[in-house]
């Protein structure tokens, strides 16, 4: 009966069961040690990512502010290039002008609220460049 | 009505754009000279939007040739009106079209901080007169003080509108210039550029930016030559 002696318990194999429970239980404890160590070195770890993200995130935003920042005076200064030159510059034809002079003041002084940061205008929107000075 | 965008030279080709109210573009000539107009039924209200709109237009017929740009809002009767005022000037816009011909404008701004930022730091006045004053300056009342401290620094605005367009103006076939020292532009400047010297003009006006820690110096354009263009006709 091959089948009932290989069924049957052998000390030998009792005794061996018992050691590798032992090694089992043994490693089971050291995986759980290292898996604690693992947690507090990757919370760590996760710590010192957020902090170096939400210092990536302050220097990028100071970085878009600047460059907004010098955008937007460039926009604005456009804005009071072309402004100064299509009401104060280009041909002028008698005919039916569609500005009166009123207009054009009442218009400088809407847009001047557009470029208000740029706050100047005061006097130096008002009226064309000097006169040439030709080489 | 009709609306003028701009006068150009009779060669130049009819754009295939619109204009206001979506009209399109349309070319009127007469002898050496020939105006890029619209029909217009309503009234161009202006604004930010509508002055775009008219610059747009222009700087879309910069390609095709000489041209001076009409200042915005001008309009005319009809096609006959606008064909008799060109003939009427035609000699005078010819001439106008001769000297900004292979050319474009570039405008300067320079800018200071305002005075009571930091950074704005009014530097003792050079000349002796002025240093002279100075020294007077811790007898004299607020008042004094203040004025002094705003002649300081308005001289030493003019001195830095000499010193940005002093290299500048050496580049431009022509330059206007508006010196103002309240409060914050130094210079307003035009320029009259060849178009191929844009890119040397632009390389000199960041060199100045860089070189000139007191002001900051912005360069825009190329805009059509409103600035050299004839002005109010001699009547």
């Known amino acids: ?135 | 009505m009709v609306y003028v965008y701009a006068i150009t030279e009779p060669d130049a080709e009819a754009p295939d754009a619109t204009g206001f109210e979506g009209a399109p573009l349309r070319m009127v000539r007469a002898g050496a000279v020939a105006a890029i107009a619209s029909d217009l039924d309503g009234r161009v209200e202006p604004g930010e939007s509508t002055l775009w709109e008219h610059e747009q237009v222009v700087e879309e017929l910069m390609s095709a040739g000489a041209l001076l740009p009409m200042r915005f809002g001008s309009t005319l009767a009809d096609e006959v009106a606008l064909e008799a005022m060109l003939a009427d000037r035609e000699e005078e816009l010819a001439r106008g079209l001769a000297r900004v011909r292979g050319a474009v404008e570039l405008g300067v701004r320079a800018l200071r901080e305002p005075e009571d930022e930091p950074g704005a730091e009014i530097p003792a006045p050079a000349d002796a007169e002025a240093g002279a004053a100075a020294g007077t300056e811790a007898e004299a009342g607020a008042g004094t003080t203040y004025l002094l401290r705003r002649l300081g620094r308005s001289r030493r605005s003019e001195e830095l509108a000499d010193e940005v367009h002093a290299p500048l103006e050496l580049l431009a076939r022509e330059s206007r210039r508006r010196v103002v020292t309240v409060p914050r532009i130094v210079l307003t400047g035009a320029y009259l550029i060849d178009e191929r010297r844009v890119e040397e003009f632009r390389a000199m006006a960041e060199e100045l930016d860089e070189r000139i820690a007191e002001a900051a110096i912005l360069c825009t354009g190329p805009w059509p030559p409103y600035s050299f263009a004839p002005g109010e006709p001699v009547s």
Do not use: F
């Open chain 1, 1 to 135: 009966m091959t089948r009932s002696r290989a069924m049957a318990r052998d000390p030998r194999d009792e005794s061996r069961r018992a050691d590798e429970r032992a090694q089992r239980d043994a490693n089971l404890a050291r995986a759980r040690e290292r898996r604690e160590v693992d947690h507090e070195r990757a919370r760590d770890r996760r710590d010192a990512a957020i902090e170096r993200s939400r210092r990536n995130r302050a220097e990028a935003s100071a970085g878009r502010r600047s460059a907004a920042e010098r955008a937007r005076r460039e926009r604005e200064v456009s804005l009071l290039e072309m402004i100064d030159r299509l009401l104060a510059g280009g041909v002028v034809i008698h005919g039916d002008i569609t500005l009166a002079v009123a207009d054009v003041d009442l218009l400088y002084v809407g847009l001047r609220a557009i470029i208000a940061s740029v706050d100047t205008v005061e006097r130096d929107l008002v009226g064309p460049l000097d006169r040439p000075r030709n080489r």
